[in-house]
């Protein structure tokens, strides 16, 4: 069974801190992707990676940058937080290639930016 | 503007009721098309894809989708719903040729016994 899990399930912070979430899939996977999920708006890719120190910006990027060290690793990164950056997030993991296969997704975070 | 629509925002059916929640994209050129469910308190999780091949798609739990390209549309249906489908549902379109899956905004379905 693939696993991905999220560092936190809450999260509460204050504006104008870094934030960190953190990623980790079992599974070997090379891709891997960070979303947002607000009521009404479905799923907003903010960043991807396909590899290793790789990333690519997916549709709603500023605010947040990415770390990917390692393959089975991907870090979100809020460098200021921000009130409108409450939102649940997301990762999620595919095998590599086309990217066209099934995405795993962990349970997600729900910030809280105060 | 939203390239994948689900129209139904909220539905709310007796059990044993058939179940259609539509989805369409606006996309051209060949797609890749999921569905996928969050049951509440629990991960996202797929419920069937198509890639290629018969247009009619069987998933998990008795939910199955008809890709009309013609319409562009990958609606996902079932006879008789349960009170344990209550969840929200997501429509998500992968375009060949670019990397990202974007997702519809979700249809929450509420499941009355």
């Known amino acids: 069974d693939v696993k991905v899990t999220q560092s936190s399930r809450y999260l509460v912070k204050r504006t104008g801190e870094k934030v960190f979430l953190e990623c980790v899939q079992d599974?070997?996977?090379?891709?891997m992707f960070w979303y947002r999920q607000d009521p009404g708006l479905g799923l907003r890719l903010i960043y991807f990676?396909?590899?290793?120190?790789?990333?690519e910006k997916g549709d709603i990027p500023e605010g947040y940058s990415v770390s990917r060290e390692k393959k089975e690793r991907f870090s979100l990164i809020l460098e200021s937080a921000s009130t409108n950056q409450t939102s649940m997030y997301l990762c999620?993991?595919?095998?590599?290639?086309?990217?066209?296969?099934?995405?795993?997704f962990g349970p997600g975070t729900r910030l809280t930016v105060t | 503007a939203q390239s994948v629509s689900q129209h139904n925002h909220h539905v709310i059916l007796s059990e044993a009721a058939s179940l259609e929640l539509g989805c369409n994209y606006s996309?051209?050129?060949?797609?890749?098309l999921f569905w996928y469910v969050q049951y509440p308190g629990q991960h996202l999780q797929l419920l069937l894809k198509?890639?290629?091949?018969?247009?009619l798609v069987k998933g998990i739990k008795g939910f199955e989708a008809e890709f009309i390209k013609s319409k562009f549309s990958f609606n996902l249906r079932k006879p008789s719903v349960q009170w344990s489908d209550t969840a929200e549902y997501f429509c998500?379109?992968?375009?060949?040729?670019?990397?990202?899956?974007?997702f519809g905004t979700g249809t929450r379905l509420l499941v009355s016994p």
């Open positions: 990676s396909y590899d290793v120190k790789m990333k």
């Open positions: 998500a379109v992968f375009r060949r040729g670019f990397q990202k899956l974007v």
């Open positions: 996309y051209g050129g060949t797609v890749n």
């Open positions: 198509y890639f290629s091949g018969d247009p």
């Open positions: 999620a993991s595919s095998l590599g290639g086309t990217l066209t296969y099934e995405q795993y």
């Open positions: 599974m070997d996977h090379e891709n």
